[in-house]
């Protein structure tokens, strides 16, 4: 199982850097991709790859030779929906990757729990992430609190969708999978690889029914 997570991770890593390296000839036309993508590529091994090659690349800024203008390309509205949890998701990952090791390393505790400890602290960060990659993968003002507010009420559902599906992992992967998964080990971060792509799957079709009852905005 350590030999599957470590190669597990090593692609994780390999996707990020790859993304990257692609960003060199197809900008993106919202600044957020270029934090978004390379964080799909880490936690979705081979179809976080796949999903830039077909999606993130008809996103990157096209110019209209005649018009001088940039555009987006036409996406069938599944890949929409997928762009658009991806935003949340992102967010939701970051917090959760930056929120692990604080709780570890400060040995914080929750009702004598560092499990709950680990959850209280990543929801925050995750939260506070993805309204903040959602606030500007809408292209905000920062100086328009009510902009601010519509970024909160239109990815607060998916974020919450997908902290759901990520924690219900956890919780079985420390309770029934295994035991002492801590940080400081890679089966800890191949587990919270699979948890980030339930929580994926679990915030995706929030997603659908947001962007199709036009709460988010389709991207």
Request: aromatic share 16%.
């Amino acid at each position: 199982m350590e030999l599957i997570a470590i190669i597990g991770v090593l692609i994780g890593i390999i996707q990020a850097i790859l993304i990257g390296f692609d960003f060199r000839r197809n900008r993106q036309m919202m600044k957020i991709m270029y934090i978004v993508w390379p964080m799909i590529g880490i936690y979705f091994p081979i179809i976080g790859l796949w999903a830039y090659y077909v999606i993130g690349r008809k996103d990157s800024m096209k110019v209209n030779a005649k018009h001088d203008q940039m555009q987006h390309a036409d996406k069938p509205f599944w890949q929409q929906v997928f762009v658009s949890t991806t935003h949340c998701s992102s967010g939701c990952a970051l917090g959760d990757m930056i929120g692990a090791p604080i709780v570890f390393w400060a040995g914080l505790t929750i009702a004598g729990s560092t499990l709950y400890a680990d959850f209280a602290v990543e929801f925050i960060l995750a939260f506070l992430f993805g309204i903040l990659f959602q606030y500007y993968g809408m292209g905000m003002n920062t100086k328009k609190d009510s902009h601010l507010a519509d970024a909160i009420k239109s990815d607060a559902l998916s974020l919450i969708a997908f902290e759901i599906g990520m924690f219900g992992f956890m919780l079985l992967a420390h309770s029934v999978f295994f035991e002492g998964l801590h940080p400081n080990s890679v089966l800890f971060w191949f587990m919270m690889q699979i948890a980030m792509i339930i929580g994926f799957a679990t915030s995706y079709p929030v997603n659908w029914i947001l962007v199709r009852k036009g709460i988010k905005h389709a991207m």
